[in-house]
């Protein structure tokens, strides 16, 4: 039975990013406080959350004190440190959501496919790449084209290297520069990603998204996607059953691949709110920042439905190189009708930097490619360049 | 042409109160940051603002400070001194949304009716009341019952007395102890309340919002209100004449009479976002804290489009004295489909004070009558009074 008081229950947050700010932002109207541990002074999150510890994300002894002034602890970010995060919960008694050991499958991706292979969910083939000759031998097991994966610190396609045949096996060991996988290349229809919320004793599932990449980094994400009925129930489905191999409460982003043959492939697993539910904001009822919150204090979940059709593009900086964050032609955005910008303070533009994001929401009877085509729109006719580098 | 940096701009807020609060709520997507000034130190909006001036709200140097650190200066109480605000905004040029003349307009409530009378804005009838034969001559003119209104600091019904003949009047005049004004009583159908925002150099008006009151107390607040489209259409064109005659950008609440007889008289203004708009947070597309803030700077105005029927009911402390703020059952609107939850993180309850509000979202095809009854259930499931209270 929760009772609400002044000051409310404090979450303390390893990373103060833009997934800290809008957790930040969801958190506020329920009365729950947030406390960030992020090295940036004035990161994103820092605006709107009641404090930030300036520390490194592995220093233990400011996690500890984070601990010491939060009720709970969860984090925002997959350099957060399992081992240190073990063992300030096991000091302190403070619970924290995920569990930390979901952290270790995340920053391993060649743990984490083993894990969903081993839990029966579909994957891409795949096989561990120690140097040129493992991947030699991948290529002819999976063919070519495939993808050569750094195992760790990849993300937003950094690490991902293409490798067409034998011929580049030196140079793509050499560029990935570490322990890396090899995955056979999937011939999609689609990538579709469920934002699942794991709660105390219940679950819940978010209307299916799709995602559009491009240089691997995602660009707009449509909800509901555009996929049929029976399709999307498999999703929800693949969802449930990553989500039951997941240790702890909270917010996951489950990233599929729809093969061209209608099948469903596991991609990817985020233990946080993921940049592919930032539409739930307006779109649903009860946002995955939100769920996030109620979540990792065992509250009972939120309602998870569409409020209508939207679709969400992110403002990715486009500079050529780094420059302090401005901006320009944002009364466009300002203007559109059911349009809402995010901004999420960060100071320095860097190339394909996620600077904020823009969403559309559509009339119950709006098409998907109508909303697609408008923030799309949106996202166009703002820049960060100055006038003579467009 | 707008250009959003990191550092965003600074809004100034006189007042640090709920509004304050859904303010900063509002603002922080739009890499708005707010500063408020207020006297209780750790005040509602200093969980989501950057920072907070702890000083009174006439407080001249605080207010020159606060001006200093703000790109403009707003302000969420009617307690903001006038003649400071005039003067800081002389000395510092910094913007001051709505012009602070506003603020005489809503102290007096005498001053406040001869103006809209002057701007032929129909009003129910009312003389001014310095002595008790003013009073009784009132009572000669417009009949009794009537109301004995104090002509300054009055709200959520304090400083307001109904009196039954002439019998009472000089008990009611030592009551309100001031200068007051007498009103006729409305018989009225319904209380509405237009929300409406004045831009640059563009107007929006919210769907009509029907406001139930008890003692004079706001408790439920119903949009669209259930009266029929040419009253509905009535009441908008009402506001935006009131609208006409107030200085400065911002979000109003004007709150109005639907008499018996289907005619609109207008009750009160007030020159800032409104309890009775809280339901815009998620039952229109650009709430009304959200509005305020593009409109204080400048910006395009967004769409106060309905996303569909909404409900909100306030949650006022029921406790008979003051007590440290504890609201038990909260599982309950946390469980509720469509429900949610705002907290204004205020530290004491006090008899009947506003301690946070719950808002139901409707499908397009439910009821009003049907989501008022889910709105109560929601606020009559929960309790700040300790067990032995109840």
Chains 1, 2 share one sequence.
């Not at 999150?45 to 709970?72: G, P, Y």
Request: glycine share 8%; with cysteine.
């Amino acid at each position: 039975m929760t009772t609400l008081r002044t000051p409310g229950p404090t979450l303390g947050v390893v990373g103060g990013g833009q997934l800290g700010r809008m957790l930040a932002e969801a958190a506020a109207p329920l009365g729950v406080e947030l406390i960030v541990l992020d090295p940036t002074p004035e990161c994103p999150a820092s605006l709107v959350a009641r404090d930030q510890i300036v520390a490194d994300f592995d220093e233990e002894t400011a996690i500890h004190e984070l601990a010491e002034r939060a009720d709970a602890l969860t984090f925002e970010i997959e350099l957060a440190d399992q081992d240190a995060l073990d063992r300030v919960e096991a000091e302190t008694g403070v619970p924290i959501h995920p569990k930390p050991a979901t952290l270790e499958l995340i920053h391993d991706k060649l743990v984490q496919k083993r894990e969903l292979r081993a839990a029966e969910i579909p994957v891409p083939e795949f096989r561990r790449v120690d140097d040129a000759d493992d991947l030699r031998a991948a290529i002819d097991d999976l063919g070519a084209p495939l993808m050569l994966k750094a195992r760790t610190g990849g993300y937003d396609g950094r690490g991902n290297v293409p490798v067409a045949s034998t011929d580049e096996a030196d140079e793509a060991v050499e560029a990935v520069a570490g322990p890396a996988m090899a995955e056979e290349f999937v011939d999609y229809a689609r990538e579709l990603s469920v934002i699942a919320v794991k709660g105390d004793g219940e679950t819940a599932t978010f209307p299916v998204t799709e995602t559009i990449h491009r240089e691997e980094i995602l660009r707009e994400s449509v909800a509901p996607a555009r996929a049929d009925d029976e399709l999307q129930e498999r999703a929800h489905e693949a969802a449930l059953v990553v989500l039951e191999s997941m240790e702890g409460r909270g917010t996951y982003g489950i990233e599929m691949f729809e093969t061209t043959d209608g099948e469903i492939l596991l991609n990817e697993i985020a233990p946080r709110p993921h940049n592919s539910g930032h539409w739930t904001i307006e779109g649903a009822v009860a946002s995955q920042f939100e769920q996030h919150v109620r979540a990792v204090l065992g509250w009972p979940l939120g309602a998870t439905d569409l409020r209508g059709p939207t679709v969400s593009a992110n403002l990715l900086a486009d500079v050529d190189e780094p420059a302090p964050a401005a901006l320009s032609g944002v009364d466009r955005i300002l203007s559109e009708p059911r349009g809402h910008l995010h901004w999420y303070g960060k100071s320095e533009a860097r190339p394909l930097r996620k600077m904020g994001h823009v969403t559309v929401c559509g009339a119950t009877d709006e098409s998907s490619d109508e909303l697609l085509d408008r923030g799309r729109k949106l996202r166009d006719a703002v820049s960060f360049a100055t006038d003579d580098q467009r």
